[in-house]
């Protein structure tokens, strides 16, 4: 019988594969199992190629294209990375399986890993395809193993994958060099990473240059409820001219027609489960969790206490093999006081669970990519054994799977139209007939009755009490907040303009994958070019600087992604030939790189932090290396405000959280001062008054 030894990308993914392995009564192979731990390898950095082309960094050596790409063995894997070759070397095996996740992405741990082994002869490779971790699914994959030999698919599968590492090594450190050396700052640049700092300075720069204006709405006042005022023709509902507005009121009579009245159940069904970007976003909504985070405690449930299924998925479906599942995945949320009522009412009702898996909307396997949506297992949670933070995220995914089986939650919508002198006003009011599954939800979100509407009829005539003008003014958009920036990448395609490249963002799940996502914001920031203020992400003067220098360059857009990940794709399709992309990627390297080189030497300002508001003018306070002062500080276009200070005061230099609490309105702690006239020490606090800093010996 064959020897196999299967490698699989986590000890937990291995340890279910082995349980799948043991249940088959005739396998038809003997098996050895080995677990890494994700991405064993590292691409090679430039001077390990060419000593000219490490540092000094010099301009004539760019772009940087190997003639082979190369990897190295992560430290921390080096030990596992020898005994996995000792293994292979010792020629005992018929075939090495490759059972790391089913994507692009399992494809490239593992063959970066095998090729860099350089084993001779090695033993055939097969695959492991399967798209849950359940025995039953394990146990036919295993028993239905693909040859690469034999599967085109699967060797352009495992191509694509290689490429998409290659072009991305070659983007960031080609064009990052280039735009270093051309700038004279650190302005690294990268696939994923450049777009995504471009999205949030455009947003603060939006918000920067936001100018408000005034419009107007009319509310027409009758005998039991308000109606707003409409065109039909066009949909406008507000007039940016006060005097139309008010000429339209003067218009109005003293009674109204209701002309048409329009009651409808709207059913709104349960969300689907959470994919990792659903659950950030939520996660950062309720409880102000970043998108790193979230991704670590859910790691920590799936890892850890083992009951939450993998996180880093993309889907928000369930395959229908797990779905043969449910009872006993509903049975281990019985004693969790948060779902208990509702689990023992659809454990007590098949019927539901019979509904939800006949649903595309839930189980679908055409949905599911690398991994299903994020829901729990079949192990029973000790919640005595979890984190706050831990136990508050586990709870928000399994009310998320609980509520697919309850009912919809249903209102009874009523829209009057009311005419007055050929004027239109619009009313509408619900009220909620079935709470279904958001009862689950109680006490969380506010679901109340809208205004109670008068039972009328069309034709009814009303009196019209008054009609009141309300000014109202255009407001900027908000600053990102991880939720918000992490769907801005996952649906990327909407800053892109050709429509096929659109698509092909779609098909991509936008820029970045939900296990890279939170580490690209992380980098932004750690590279200053991003910051957190309290739950919003904003750019930083080197982050904008750095995006204006860049303007023009593709690097910095979407349609980079989308331009090569088309391509990518066409691999995998077998419509192109790897030669083919990489004549095309070394060719745009090339051109870009040259491009890059041309940006000139571009002062960009260092990061100041904000460190609250300003107590004259009311824009945000930032710290300098050596000051504290007003953002608007001697800029006319922006107020010319002159609050300033030195970050040292009587030779203390005053820490940064106290100038906080002196722009917050406190006092500081105290501290000691030296005096300017006596050279004597003296131990104060400070405080804010008549918006000057001075000292408190209070």
Known sequence: MPKYL??????????????????????????????????????????????????????????????????????????????????????????????????????????????????????????????????ETLGKALMGLLDYDSNEDLVNLRDSSLCRIEFDWLVGMNLSRATMMATHTKASVGRVKSPTLNIVVQRDLEIANFVPKDYYEVLGHFDQYKGSWFNPKTKETSFSDKAKAEALIAKCGKSGTIVDVKKEKVVTNAPAPYSLAELQKEANKAFGFTASQTLDLAQSLYETHKILSYPRTESRALSTALAKEIPDLLKALRDVPEVKKQVELILAEPERIKKVCASKKYVDNKKVTDHHAIINTKVKPNLDKLKDNERKLFILVIKKFVAIFLDPYITDKTTIVTDVDGEKFKTTGSVVNTLGYKELYRGETKEKDEDLLPAVSKGDIVKVKKMELVAKQTTPPAYYTDAELIQSMQHAGKFVDDEKMKEVLDDAKGIGTSA??????????????????????????????????????????????????????????????????????????????????????????????????????????????????????????????????GINISGTKVPKTEFKKLLAGKPTKKMKFKSTKTGKTFEAGLIMEDNKIKFSFD
């Open 6 to 135: 299967l490698i699989a990308e986590k000890p937990s993914l291995c340890k279910a594969i082995k349980e799948a392995y043991d249940s088959l009564k005739k396998p038809g192979f003997n098996a050895d199992f080995f677990a890494l731990h994700g991405h064993f390898m590292e691409a090679k950095e430039p001077d390990e190629y060419k000593d000219e082309w490490g540092k000094p960094w010099r301009k004539d050596v760019l772009p940087m294209i190997p003639d082979t790409f190369k990897y190295n063995v992560k430290s921390d894997c080096r030990s596992d990375y020898k005994k996995l070759k000792e293994l292979i070397a010792t020629g005992k095996y018929d075939a090495l399986v490759n059972c790391c996740d089913a994507g692009r992405e399992g494809e490239a741990i593992f063959w970066t890993l095998i090729n860099s082994m350089k084993i001779s002869p090695r033993p055939k490779v097969l695959r492991l395809w399967a798209q849950d971790t359940t025995v």
């Open 516 to 645: 890279t996502r939170a580490g690209i914001i992380d980098d932004l920031i750690k590279k200053e070019f991003l910051y957190r203020n309290k739950k919003t992400i904003r750019a930083t003067e080197f982050g904008i600087a750095t995006i204006k220098s860049l303007e023009g360059k593709n690097v910095i857009s979407p349609a980079l992604t989308a331009e090569w990940e088309e391509k990518l794709q066409s691999i995998e399709k077998g419509n192109i030939t790897v030669q083919s992309f990489k004549k095309d990627m070394d060719t745009y390297i090339h051109d870009e790189t040259a491009s890059h080189l041309t940006i000139g030497k571009i002062t960009l300002a260092p990061e100041r932090e904000v460190l609250g508001k300003c107590p004259k003018c009311g824009k945000d306070v930032v710290m300098t290396s050596k000051y504290v002062m007003c953002s608007a500080y001697k800029k006319q276009d922006a107020g010319n405000c002159d609050f300033i200070t």
